[in-house]
């Protein structure tokens, strides 16, 4: 397999899980990532008094790394298309606090909030070249009606504290993820069914044009 490798427990390790990333490829003709990362989440205790860890790990569990500690909730792990973030929601439990939205940059461990304001947060998706991120969000949605604001879709650059809002009505809009060509992407709303079916739609920027997938 020809593989060199520095005399040192990393090197032989990043050597290990290139050569088991060669055989099985030879074996299956399947591309593998057994150099790759996980993320996980260690929760303690319950309500107020729950605590939570973020731990991102090579792919055998070894070398873990706690990138945030949290005195509430973390969820809503989800990988980017550029193999190298990743995003998740946070919420404090031990005092009133609205849930952010961060990103994650693996090559680095580095963390970088997302959604830095007082609204209800989450679902980050971040674009194909790293760029930009979607998110659903109540941010800005208030009026002069009396109705409470529901979440939309936001498109904001990554790390911008400055979102801009794609969609609007007075249905729940959640779950953005970008499609692989950079430029559209797919959400869930119960704009046609109400709040017992919601549907999956495909929206592409810079259009009002919104295609419903499912039915």
Known sequence: LNQKTKNNPQSLAV????????INALLTNTKSDFD??????????KGAKMSSRLIVSNAD?????????VKGIIMSLYPSLDGRHFTFTSKRMDVFAYPVAWGVDITNNSITPLTPFAANNGSASISPDGSQVLFSSDYNKLDNSNKLPNREIHLAGYGSASPQRLTNNEALDLSPSWLPDGRSY???SDRDGGNNHPNIYRATLGSNAVQRLTS
């Open 15 to 22: 050597a290990g899980y290139a050569i088991a990333d060669k």
């Open 36 to 45: 790759g990362k996980i993320a996980y989440v260690v929760s303690t205790g």
């Open 61 to 69: 569990g070894s070398n873990p790394v706690t990138l945030q500690t």
């Open 186 to 188: 797919i959400f869930t």
